[in-house]
């Protein structure tokens, strides 16, 4: 992960040491907790945001409902607060790289680690969708990759709870166009089964090394999305079997009813696909899953 060393800065308890990431609502630093001295990632509100009281409920939103979630599979939230005007969330540090940095890297990946990553994503959605909680900006960026293996699901910006129509009401649009469901491009009512999508098209472009979506501008990507059929994942990737086909081409429906219904029904297909690959990679009686995870995140490095 790229980054850019800062002079030291303290915020509350947490010393702030380099800039790793920026976005549109805040900077991502990585930083030192003093009082346990170890490592952790802020994120710090953009300061023209400040001034803004619905992105500082959004910002607050965000730390009170990742902090319920405690999961291997969701980064996990440690604080949060306010002083002199800067306004903080600190997160656990993920020793890593975030799926969109590995990307950059791998246009396509191999079909089992393109499998397993997203078999992962959906304990932690199954688990945030258990506790009321839709995620609704799934996105290779918001999926982590740790040197010890683990595959997280991270920034719960714009979470919103089943019943909560307080701050992100039906009407505005939320989370990154291009991974967004049709019920959110249309601006429609929704529930969990709009990460399943958005999962869907992580898992489309990981394989194929395209988005099933596109457009130049931002309604025409819009527009894709409610209207547009993608194409055949095996018409753009020999090896990619029927089945898989059918799991990313049932994930990615229109028709909310016609998809996976929830995260469990999904990662259960992909559990059985990836049954199909483990002994061929691991040639050992053991439990393969934690090796197995390593040996994705190897590969990927």
Do not use: W
């Amino acid at each position: 992960m790229g980054s850019i060393t800062i002079h030291p800065k303290k915020i509350a308890n947490f010393e702030l040491k380099e800039l790793i990431g920026t976005g549109g609502m805040a900077n991502i630093y990585k930083g030192l907790q003093l009082s346990l001295d170890r490592p952790v990632a802020l994120k710090i509100l953009h300061h023209h945001l400040t001034l803004n009281k619905n992105f500082i409920m959004r910002f607050e939103n965000e730390a009170k409902k990742a902090a319920m979630l405690h999961h291997e599979n969701i980064v996990s939230i440690i604080d949060y607060g306010h002083v002199d005007g800067e306004y903080f969330i600190a997160m656990e540090y993920i020793e890593g790289q975030s799926l969109k940095e590995m990307m950059t890297r791998m246009k396509r990946l191999p079909l089992e680690i393109a499998l397993l990553i997203c078999h992962e994503v959906t304990k932690g959605l199954k688990y945030a969708h258990s506790h009321g909680l839709i995620h609704r900006d799934i996105k290779p960026a918001n999926i982590m990759l740790s040197t010890d293996g683990r595959i997280m699901i991270t920034d719960f910006g714009i979470a919103k709870t089943f019943n909560d129509m307080s701050i992100t009401d039906t009407g505005q649009m939320v989370g990154s166009p291009a991974y967004m469901s049709p019920e959110q491009a249309a601006s429609r009512p929704i529930d969990h089964r709009c990460d399943i999508f958005s999962l869907g098209i992580v898992l489309y472009e990981i394989i194929t090394g395209e988005k099933p979506f596109k457009g130049e501008t931002y309604q025409e990507m819009i527009t894709s999305i409610i209207s547009s059929k993608p194409v055949k994942p095996s018409l753009m990737r020999i090896d990619v079997t029927p089945s898989i086909e059918n799991i990313i081409m049932k994930v990615l429906s229109k028709n909310i009813d016609s998809r996976y219904q929830d995260a469990d029904e999904l990662g259960a297909e992909l559990s059985s696909e990836l049954k199909r690959y483990v002994l061929s990679l691991i040639h050992i009686s053991e439990p393969t899953r934690p090796l197995y995870i390593s040996y994705a995140v190897f590969c990927l490095k």
